[in-house]
């Protein structure tokens, strides 16, 4: 978050800020996916609204379904698109497996390592704040589950509480779905996880899948779900009939503060915005005392 912003109001800059992204299903040579949806072109597109915010974030963490088939090729595309706006902007990149991903080339085309079938799991400390990936994935099937082996692993890690608390980020979300078809897919044994996250210091959970926004709460700890960039779920429809539609792709602005996290979807769309606030009023409200700026903009006028 830009901490030369002026502060307003009672809260300062958040401590930290994460870019919540996911499903970008980047396929090799990038035919059409679905014989519809450019992924791509999705994906530059959302990069292209990232940069846009002039934020400097923390981390940028994509939550899984980074290709559609686990292929090498689209491993290497989407680690051509991602890794020189992270580098721009300063922000390591936390990748997360889905079911969609194949763990031996994802290791390879992501982190130039060994391509082995163990889980791709990873814990990175953001100046306090910690995130950890979990891998959801199954190797050959498309629903979610964690083996006693992963999670007591992150019970050890969550063992030693981090200075700002943590972030879990997984693919599979612990939350029922409106869409029945995710409800077969969905992650299982939930019941095991929230025996290891509850009485942790586990903040927030971070997760793809649905291809669509959505939150709730799991082992009383707040649930974000990010739509895709490759397409999104149309939920306006019965949910019987949901289908996809290339539009209404977003990504997520995770802001961390001492007391509470905030989630707010960032929409990417091309379409005017009006121009209320300029960088000239900012500053003049900036050099107004507090009982200043209430009189100027909160008082109603006749």
């Known amino acids: 978050m830009d901490a030369a912003l002026p502060q307003f109001g009672q809260y300062a800059a958040p ?42 974030p923390d981390a940028l963490v994509f939550t899984g379904d980074l290709t559609d088939l686990g292929e090498p090729e689209a491993y290497r595309t989407l680690r051509a698109a991602v890794e020189p706006v992270a580098e721009r902007l300063g922000a390591p990149v936390v990748w997360v497996a889905g079911n969609h991903d194949e763990r031996a080339a994802m290791r390879q085309g992501l982190f130039d390592a060994a391509p082995t079938e163990e889980p791709v799991t990873g814990v990175w400390d953001l100046n ?104 999104t779920m149309d939920i306006s429809r019965p949910a019987v009939e949901v289908n996809g539609m290339d539009a209404g792709q977003s990504f997520q602005l995770v802001h961390v503060w001492e007391d509470t996290v905030t989630h707010s979807v960032v929409p990417v769309v091309d379409a005017p915005s009006a121009d209320f606030f300029s960088a000239e009023w900012v500053a003049r409200m900036a050099r107004m005392t507090p009982e200043g700026r209430l009189e100027e903009f909160s008082r109603k006028r006749g």
């Open 15 to 56: 401590r930290h800020t994460l870019v919540h992204l996911s499903d970008t299903h980047l396929l090799a040579g990038n035919p059409p996916l679905g014989g519809r949806f450019d992924t791509a072109a999705n994906l530059d597109r959302m990069l292209e609204a990232l940069e846009r915010t002039g934020l400097t």
């Open 128 to 231: 306090g704040l910690r995130v950890v990936a979990l891998d959801t994935s199954v190797p050959g099937w498309h629903h979610g589950e964690l083996d006693t082996a992963q999670l007591e692993w992150l019970a050890g890690v969550l063992s030693t509480p981090a200075p700002h608390g943590t972030v879990v980020a997984l693919h599979h979300p612990p939350l029922p779905s409106h869409v029945p078809l995710f409800d077969i897919l969905e992650l299982r044994e939930q019941t095991r996880l929230a025996e290891v996250l509850r009485g942790s210091d586990v903040r927030a959970i971070l997760g793809g899948h649905l291809h669509y926004a959505t939150t709730g709460t799991f082992a009383g700890i707040p649930v974000s779900v990010a739509a895709a960039s490759c397409y």
